[in-house]
């Protein structure tokens, strides 16, 4: 009898699965029926497309500038030469001939004569003046 009560419950659930299935089915028509697979492809060509153009900008903004490698002992004798250069510009010894160079006359030249022996006056040259009485 358990036997019997088994097949039984067994044919009852087959039964109920079948017209699950069937309901299942049915709504699935219905639900495809609005889909288009030719629409789904056209929007997943779309979407790759855009993550493309996505990757494409995100690399564009991440690029590196690489700088070439540079020594440090080639800086750090750089760096001394334009310091040695530097002192060469404060060197200012060039200027110490133009410093000590005469100063301009104050008073115009032959202005003060010289007298020799005799009381005659000469002027810068050791010639006898001449008087300015024309």
């Not at 030719?38 to 690489?66: F, H, P, T, W």
């Not at 020799?116 to 040259?125: L, M, N, P, R, S």
């Amino acid at each position: 009898m358990e036997q019997s009560n088994f097949a039984i419950q067994g044919m009852k659930d087959t039964q109920t699965t079948v017209v699950a299935m069937k309901q299942g089915l049915k709504t699935m028509q219905k639900e495809y029926k609005k889909l288009d697979i030719g629409k789904i492809d056209k929007l997943q060509d779309e979407m790759e497309e855009m993550l493309d153009m996505n990757n494409e900008i995100q690399e564009a903004m991440s690029r590196q500038y690489v700088t070439p490698d540079i020594d440090e002992a080639d800086l750090e004798a750089e760096l001394d030469a334009l310091g040695d250069e530097f002192e060469a510009d404060v060197d200012t010894s060039y200027l110490d001939e133009a410093l000590n160079a005469p100063g301009v006359p104050s008073k115009e030249p032959g202005y003060e004569s010289k007298v020799i022996e005799g009381g005659i006056a000469v002027d810068e040259f050791g010639l006898p003046k001449v008087p300015a009485n024309n």
